[in-house]
């Protein structure tokens, strides 16, 4: 089992800067990918950007060049950078984990954050 807690989020600018993180808790050698989905009111909960257990980065298009995912491997943490925030970003942003289960792969979700981009 994974437990998510996440941090961050918050009212800025457009053009403005936020940072969240994501810490995990339970089995961390079972997790495959950690990552952020974000989900705007009306829309469908969309992938942002997500790290494998191998490093392996991947990234929506509409935040590439503005966006940045790293880990801090001592604290279990994913943090998500994002700049040059624009109202468009404006969404809940969930953490998600994959991680492997007995004979599943087991799917685990923060509770979420809300960033609000003004114009």
């Known amino acids: 089992q994974v437990q998510l807690v996440e941090s961050g989020g918050g009212l800025v600018k457009s053009g403005g800067s936020l940072r969240l993180s994501c810490t995990a808790s339970?089995?961390?050698?079972?997790?495959?990918?950690m990552g952020w989905y974000r989900q705007a009111p009306g829309k469908q909960r969309e992938l942002v950007a997500h790290?494998?257990?191998?490093?392996?980065?991947d990234y929506a298009d509409s935040v590439k060049s503005r966006f940045t995912l790293s880990r801090n491997d001592a604290r279990n943490t994913i943090y998500l950078q994002m700049n040059s925030l624009k109202p468009e970003d404006t969404a809940v942003y969930y953490c998600?984990?994959?991680?492997?289960?007995?004979?599943?792969?087991?799917?685990?979700w923060g509770q979420g954050t809300q960033v609000t981009v003004s114009s």
């Open positions: 998600n984990a994959r991680s492997e289960g007995d004979r599943t792969i087991d799917e685990t």
């Open positions: 339970g089995s961390i050698p079972k997790i495959i990918v």
């Open positions: 790290l494998t257990r191998g490093g392996s980065k």
